[in-house]
């Protein structure tokens, strides 16, 4: 990966760490949860307070969203953003969310502290050029399609614009397989590892689209030493109106995170957590 | 045209003749103050009935418009004989200024001036219970034209206001913030809001107020414009809040005070909290000094001190400090202050609300 400047991994082997609202990104595990859309304020805050009480350190949530389908809920947009912003006023989690759109990169900056670049938009360079001007941290998906050498170059994007605050996040690749949504796949994480200094998250509600699936990757994310986990919540997931097959409930959410944190002080304990060796 | 256009018009004039309603009430309760206690004028009243009987026009029948303005007339007859207190504050309905005045006293109708020498004139002279002025600003500091006026002004300071000032980005409803390219407003609330303009490539436009710029938006409904102001002048001209608290800096305070003729009691009786005063120092060696220090060994504490340009060579002092002029020990270092220096004037001595 030779045309990598910035997002290379550094000769000594020093990883970033991000501070966005108090939350250090790079060190320890940290899990983004919260619904898959903004649908209304009483949804989004009851997820928010329910997910920080479970021990989440950051809200997601989307305004905009990068449907399929043309005629599928494309989300609240600016309301969607202040809802999010009371949401975070009342809980303290900082705020998660995607941005589609190069005219909104900054007024998404407004309200949000991560603007999260999906991965329908990964190779978008317009969008990853202004992302990279806001000086805001980038969450950038990996693409359904694309190499990790593609992806690290889309990182370097952003960071050649001077926006040293980008970390990155697995979500799942188009394969062969149909029974899973995606294949997710997490060799990326000692692969980033290696290959970057920059954080390496995992979404295993993309990478899966399957409910029972979520604990057992989340689980074997942080055993492969990811850095975090971006997981979809809704305090009613039969209501929701996109991804309801795929977000947990607030119980098993707090199930899991109990999980997470007891194989995270093992994992500790062992002096193997984000351990990067390949 | 269609059916849209026209509501939309019919919309933006009933705006308007609302705000036309509420200026009308404000000079029909004004009249009180001349009118020595009797409220009802036929002579007046019959006056006005004719000018809008004029059958000049040809949808609105002098029958239709005599039956509103005689509703119009019993309405401020009767808003005279409520007995409103009033009181004055520089800009148009919807200034901070306003915000301040109905933190301080909810039920009070607020006056628009234009400017800051009319509020104190119209206290002076009676026409208003009450003047609301802005003193000092955590970002922008002394409010100069306002402490200018304050050290001749023959009035009593008999409350204060900390307001903080929280700056939101107001436009038409269904105005796509993404194509919004000028933002309109006062030079102290651009500045305050610099970084966000920045961000979001807004342009600065300076305007003779806040409100104004949102009165402004409201009426002449420009294309891709907006403008800076409290979130009570949004709801006033009918413009949504596209973000709230876009100021640069968390903390932005302003810090008013509310004039009268006369000093006003506790409704609880009791002590007041502060002090203001105004003075020349004695143009010699530790002049100033000198009268500090009767304040220090009186163990009272000073909350502000400012000196304003006053004649050539020579500076006006303000200084506001905690106690109320009945304290033994208050008055005591009040008269020797007024001894060490030149024109020393209590201002007041009142309450301080500190908004949150």
Redesign the interface.
Known sequence: MKDLKLAAASPDGERTILEVGGVRIGEGLVVIAGPCSVETEDQVIRTAVAVKEAGAQMLRGGAFKPRTSPYAFQGLG?KGLKILEKAKRETGLPIVTEVI?T??V??V???ADVLQIGARNMQNFSLLREAGK?GKPILLKRGMYSTLEEWLNCAEYILAEGNASVFLCERGIRSFETYTRNTLDLSMVPAVHAESHLPIFIDPSHGTGILGMIEPMSLAAVAAGADGLEIEVHYDPPSALSDKNQQLTPAAFAALMGKLRRLRAFMDEMGSAGAGTV | MNLDDLRTDIDRIDERLLSLLEERMEKALLTKVFKEGRVADPKREADVLDRTRRPLRRLVSPDFAVGIWKNLMAEGRIIQEKGFHTIGFQGEHGAWSEVAAKAWNKDYASIPCREFVDVFDAVRDGNFDFGIVPVENTLGGLVGPVNAILVYADLRIVAAVDLPVTHCLLSLPGTDYREIRQVYSHSQALTQCRGFLNRNRLNPVQYYDTAGAAKMIAEERPRDTAAIGSRYAGELYGLEVIKEGIQDAEVNRTRFFVLAREDIERSSGGLRQKCSAVFNATDKAGGLFGVLEIFAKAEINLTRIESVPDKPGDYAIFIDFEGDEREPGVAKAIDEATKATRGFRLLGCYDEARVQ
């Open positions: 600016l759109d005219r909104d900054s007024w900056g407004e309200y806001s």
